[in-house]
């Protein structure tokens, strides 16, 4: 995960479980790394938020299930449990907390994405999930992106809605025309879907956006397409589908956020291409 405030790079690393902080220029300004069972510490880094008011940070631990704030200089400052099992958070500008499970669990309130208050006060539910669905498209690391005073977020598997969520509402601005219908017996499956299965659903994958242009990863379990929409035109641009992709060549870069006119990506240098006529940046 990545955050960008202003001229400031916030990493999380997920590989030595630590936040760290860098400059512009890519220079380390500051490191979190607080594992331990500990006041101020963290089981897992698994999400992280900052917030531009204060440049205090805010980190998600799903196995101790608490939230724990660090200031701009790495130093503690407090914690809070939480409810549920959230897979990702993130921070309004009001101090308030929204959290995102992707399936319903046995604990009532806290499935899909609901609103809290600074201290993990449960407020109101934004968007449920069915009790009886049971078919999702995986765990991912990152549902949440800011964008201007609100944060935005693709909509449950079996709905075709983009939120935008901002401190005392929220709002659904784009409706994606696809056929999004979950057969019953897709939704009520117990086990996996096979790979042949032929119904009608879309599953959105990914979904960053900035002033200009959104983009959306979608799969309907026949083919994977990648949109670019551009807002000021109205005009859609399809970039890739499944039968144009080389193995595993998607996997070796990816946007992972956006500043107000850019999206900004990420390659792994861990991949090693050996064939030379594939260009994953392309």
Known sequence: SVRIVEDTIYVLDKKKDQIVK????GNVAMKILRRGRG???YLSSDQFDVDERTGDISVLD????KVLIYTASGDFVDEFKIEGVPRDFALLDNGDYVFYSP??????????IWQTDSRGRFKKHIME?????????GIYPKYF??????????????????YHISNDAYSTPY??????????????????????YQGQVCLIQH????KKLLYVQMDNLKDSITLIYNKESGESYEITKNSQVVADVPFAGYYITTTEDAFVGVVLPEFVFPVTNINPCG
């Open 39 to 41: 006041a101020g510490e």
């Open 22 to 25: 860098y400059d512009i220029k």
């Open 129 to 137: 999930i069915p009790r009886d669905f049971k078919f999702t498209s």
């Open 62 to 65: 799903i196995a101790s299930r």
């Open 207 to 210: 979904y960053l956006e900035n």
């Open 175 to 196: 409706h994606l025309n696809v056929d999004i219908e979950v057969p019953k017996d897709a939704s009520r499956a117990e086990g996996p879907i096979l790979n042949d």
């Open 145 to 162: 992106h800011h964008m201007g005073d609100s944060v935005y977020v693709k909509g449950r598997e079996d709905s075709y809605l983009l």
């Open 103 to 112: 399936d319903y669990n046995k604990y009532e309130s806290y499935y899909g």
